[in-house]
């Protein structure tokens, strides 16, 4: 069975903000609200550093995440992708859009 290697974090201040910003976003009182933006942008769920940019998930996240270095970036990654995944089944319908592979 595949157990994901614990590397530890490199820059805790940086991570510490992204990883903040990132749960406050897929909080279940704003996850929709995130989603929607996503489909009106016409983003991917999955596609953190495109949301990024366009600063869906804030302004102070762009700043915080280009101190990391390779390996605190994957974790980000890595986190970001496990709380897409973990968004309730109805709003992945409901956007189905943003969750769509085309």
Same mark, same amino acid.
């Given at each position: 069975?595949?157990?994901?290697?614990?590397?530890?974090?490199?820059?805790?201040?940086?991570?510490?903000?992204?990883?903040?910003?990132?749960?406050?976003?897929? %909080?279940? =009182?704003?996850? %929709?609200?995130?989603?929607?933006?996503?489909?009106? =942008?016409?983003?991917?769920?999955?596609?953190?550093?495109?949301?990024?940019?366009?600063?869906?998930?804030?302004?102070?996240?762009?700043?915080?995440?280009?101190?990391?270095?390779?390996?605190?970036?994957?974790?980000?990654?890595?986190?970001?992708?496990?709380?897409?995944?973990?968004?309730?089944?109805?709003?992945? =319908?409901?956007?189905?859009?943003?969750? =769509?592979?085309?």
């Amino acid at each position: 069975m595949y157990e994901q290697a614990l590397l530890p974090v490199q820059d805790g201040m940086h991570f510490g903000e992204v990883k903040e910003v990132l749960e406050h976003v897929f %909080a279940p =009182a704003n996850v %929709a609200s995130y989603l929607r933006r996503l489909t009106s =942008a016409n983003l991917r769920a999955r596609d953190f550093e495109g949301a990024m940019r366009r600063g869906l998930l804030g302004t102070s996240i762009g700043q915080a995440y280009s101190f990391l270095g390779d390996s605190d970036r994957g974790q980000v990654r890595e986190l970001y992708l496990s709380l897409v995944e973990r968004v309730v089944p109805e709003l992945r =319908a409901k956007y189905l859009k943003a969750y =769509a592979y085309y």
